[in-house]
């Protein structure tokens, strides 16, 4: 998922879509049984949940409609390359509660070690499917970040496919948020009175991974998603790449021939050489059990 660039805000946390702050529907069905854990497929001593578009999006409404709150990550190429090589923001995200497989290239890595993934679940694509659950049951959803004004227009669109759906307020950071913390605390304030169910937080890696260690305590019983430049790709302020592409794993050339500059180091210098690694690594380790971080579970919640 990449970055995105915030140059304006409005006060933290306006209401949208016909919702006001703390006007949402209750979510949590009285009775409602915590979903079983997740397996997951390792890579790269990694833990990635082995589940389909469908499995994740039932996991996260009915652990939502029991209370339960998590984080979910959508590791592309690159962020699991950082997972990989960068020990802090492995630390950081260690409280990640699922991790979906944002990325052909991890899928390929899976059926190499003989340890397969069932299918690519994009944070991309997933917003379109969670959101027509949260409709269904009731769930509130808070859009947080993106560019100026996508996250408003997200909401718009998602409302209309998504009829009756209680988004509980949208609210795009300014550029440099993080170091504001009289901004922060007031987000939190907002998000408090908000109350919503799912949070998407799109503001690219590592700042939406920050900012969710940050919030999730706050929001115990929410689900925090951070989905990258996804608002911009619902408001169709950027156009993903064709179907076939996506499916042979190409999206990332389609990004690249869009903003050359700006990606080329990630996709070239860094990531061409550690998706060969992966394979690589992958292909070695075929039917070998990868060890997972002494520290993290081998199922995640």
């Known amino acids: 998922m990449t970055e995105t660039a915030h140059t304006q805000h409005s006060p933290p946390a306006q209401p949208a879509a016909g919702a006001t702050p703390g006007e949402v529907q ?6 409602t049984p915590t979903p079983p854990a997740l397996p997951v497929v390792s890579l790269m001593g990694v833990p990635l949940s082995r589940v389909t578009m469908a499995q994740a999006v039932d996991h996260i409404a009915r652990a939502a409609r029991a209370g339960q709150g998590g984080w979910v990550m959508t590791p592309n190429l690159d962020i699991l390359r950082r997972l990989v090589k960068d020990p802090s923001f492995a630390s950081l995200t260690r409280a990640a509660d699922v991790r979906l497989a944002d990325g052909m290239p991890l899928i390929w890595a899976s059926r190499l070690r003989g340890d397969p ?16 659950r949260a409709a269904t049951d009731g769930l509130p959803v808070f859009l947080l970040g993106g560019n100026p004004g996508a ?7 998602l409302a209309e496919r998504s009829p009756g759906l209680p988004v ?26 908000a109350n919503p169910s799912i949070v998407y937080v799109a503001l690219g890696s590592p700042k939406q991974e920050h900012l969710i260690a940050r919030l999730r305590p706050l929001l115990p019983r929410a689900w925090f998603l951070g989905i990258g430049v ?37 996709y ?15 292909a070695m380790t075929r039917g070998q059990a990868e060890g997972q971080q002494p520290s993290e579970p081998p199922r995640e919640r």
């Open 26 to 31: 209750p979510r949590a069905a009285h009775g």
């Open 230 to 266: 996804t608002f911009s790709f619902v408001a169709g302020e950027i156009a993903r790449a064709p179907r076939w592409m996506q499916r042979l794993g190409l999206e990332w050339v389609h990004r690249l021939a869009r903003e050359p500059r700006r990606l080329a180091k990630r």
């Open 268 to 282: 070239l210098i860094d990531g061409v050489p550690f998706g060969v690694r992966l394979l690589v690594n992958a």
């Open 117 to 132: 993934l069932p299918e690519r679940v994009a944070g991309s694509d997933l917003i379109w499917h969670l959101t027509a």
């Open 151 to 157: 996250g408003d227009a997200a909401a718009r669109v």
């Open 168 to 193: 509980c307020g949208v609210e795009c950071p300014p550029f440099g948020f993080e170091s504001d913390q009289a901004y922060l605390a007031g987000l939190e304030r907002a998000l408090l009175a």
